[in-house]
């Protein structure tokens, strides 16, 4: 399912290898991430996810495969690749007693951005993300959202092509992150390509022009959200009975069902057609040889379906990824 265009790719993986001992942690995985995209890589924890992001951000060495950012090989070009990317990882790493303004403009002058250039563009930043008004606050006052918004906007201080965002959501209340993929979405519309991981599927599904999922050191499937939500089927139907085993076996013969895959408790089927008009088939065919239906429920397939479906796993359920004590930031273009 993977469409994106070798020459419009702004991140290219090919054939890319690691292992830890003779464990291998990423095996022969090829992607590509457009220009201009939000793009969710997403994986259960132990996938190799992370060690991809730390290839691509140069944190770890290549082994084997090819690896471009921004034009630059990850291996022989790792200074330009750094000028071209900003990071802002899960861990929260401002100081504590700098205001607002002050971080960024530290940032700034880090980089040697000239006065006139680095005043424009924290004052543009500021209001980009909302801070405008918190510019002289001290940022121990600031609440976890404003602390993730300035961490994003001191990742934007030297225009980087690509923003890496590795669960800039995590720990904020629902509201708070609603507001929080409306600034990713203003970044995103300056220009700057967005690599996404999260353990929040709707955040993937809101949020991504496309997904890949891995898992086992391997890419599973990339696509749109609905051409991933279109593999699973029309409709899901979640079912559980006095025989679950007999059941499955009976309900594999019905000409709609897609597939069927089995949950601690019951089953759900995968069907090619309107649920509610397969439903009365199902009913009478399990009824028919005197299956009690315990529970049914009819649901659209949403993206926590489909990462079940592609890895077995439920993503929302293993807790977020350790954290991180690197930390690299965007330099200058």
Known sequence: MENADPGQAIICVENLEHAYGDFRAVDNISFLVKKGEIFSFLGPNGAGKSTVINILITLLARQKGKAVVAGYDVSTQPQQVRESIGIVFQDITLDRDMTVREILEFH?????????????????????????????????????????????????????????????????????????????????????????????????????????????GKIIITGTSGELKNTLGRDLIYLETDNNDAA????????????????????????????????PTIIDTLRNKGIEIATINLKKPTMDDVFVFYTGKELRDEGAAPTRALHLRAGRR
């Open 108 to 216: 700034g002058r880090l980089y040697n951005m000239p006065d006139a250039e680095r005043k424009a563009r924290i004052d543009e930043l500021l209001q980009l993300v909302q801070l405008d008004t918190k510019k002289d606050d001290l940022t121990k006052r600031l609440s976890g959202g404003m602390k993730r918004r300035l961490e994003i906007s001191r990742g934007l201080m030297t225009r980087p092509t690509v923003l890496f965002l590795d669960e800039p959501t995590i720990g904020l209340d629902p509201q708070t992150r609603m507001r929080m993929w409306e600034y990713i979405r203003n970044v995103n519309n300056e220009g700057t390509t967005i690599f996404l991981t999260t353990h929040y599927m709707d955040e993937a599904d809101q949020l991504s022009d496309r997904i890949s999922i891995i898992d086992h």
């Open 248 to 279: 499955t076996r009976l309900l594999k013969s019905v000409a709609a069902v897609r597939d069927i895959k089995q949950k601690p408790e019951g089953f759900v089927l995968l069907v090619s057609e309107d649920g509610t008009r397969v439903l």
